[in-house]
């Protein structure tokens, strides 16, 4: 069964720096997302891609975030310069249409120091 | 209030217990619901979309109530495995491709 795939799975960086959060989507899927769940919270949006370009961010997806399809398989996160409160765990998601069911990878768990 | 409300639990039951989940949602411009299941530290998955006529997938049916605004989902005959956290999810289809979540409740089944 085809899956969202994330790497890495753990990524310890140290804070202010820059950060790449890397998804394989599913092959056939023309939407991508990334979410975030710092621990004990809940699941929270932050941006959504089609069609290369940003479809719609949050309010937490701010200057210091950015998404690229760089390649034909390739989806990424980048976080420019990193905060403590950036620390969570990074979803990535795909869906072939955007009223279909979305599809999570298993995450990227991000912690800044 | 919040977007998506969810009792957060625990909800401590036995196995072969019957277990119900409720969750209200603000919006009435959402138009599809959902419950996925999340265990602990592991991505979401999706348990079962939920519509207005309501669906059964076995042990798990769930309810969708448009007049008032909430959703419920039921499991009969509760096993070790079913537990995990279970989250309320709503999209606003086609106004916006995000989907809301709601804190999720905690369910632990027991020996």
């Known amino acids: 069964e085809p899956e969202v795939t994330q790497t890495p799975s753990h990524q310890v960086t140290q804070m202010g720096q820059e950060v790449i959060l890397r998804c394989v989507p599913i092959?056939?899927?023309?939407?991508f997302y990334w979410y975030r769940q710092i621990l004990g919270q809940k699941v929270e949006f932050l941006v959504s891609?089609?069609?290369?370009?940003?479809?719609?961010k949050s309010e937490i997806f701010d200057d210091q975030f950015s998404v690229e399809r760089p390649d034909g398989s390739n989806f990424t996160l980048k976080i420019r310069s990193t905060k403590l409160e950036d620390s969570a765990m990074y979803f990535c998601?795909?869906?072939?249409?955007?009223?279909?069911?979305?599809?999570f990878g298993p995450g990227t768990r991000l912690t800044v120091l | 209030r919040k977007e998506v409300e969810q009792d957060p639990g625990p909800f401590n039951v036995p196995e072969g217990a019957t277990v119900a989940f409720n969750c209200t949602y603000s919006?009435?411009?959402?138009?599809?619901f959902f419950w996925y299941r999340q265990d602990c530290r592991k991505e979401p998955k999706l348990l079962m979309s939920?519509?207005?006529s309501g669906n059964e997938d076995g042990r798990f049916t769930a309810q969708l109530n448009r007049a008032s605004q909430y959703i419920s989902l039921l499991i009969r005959d509760s096993k070790l495995s079913d537990s995990a956290t279970y989250l309320c999810v709503v999209h606003r289809v086609p106004s916006a491709s995000k989907l809301t979540f709601g804190t999720g409740t905690r369910l632990q089944v027991t020996l």
């Open positions: 939920v519509y207005s």
């Open positions: 919006n009435s411009a959402s138009q599809s």
């Open positions: 998601a795909s869906s072939s249409l955007n009223t279909d069911t979305q599809y």
């Open positions: 092959s056939n899927h023309l939407y």
């Open positions: 891609f089609y069609n290369n370009e940003i479809s719609e």
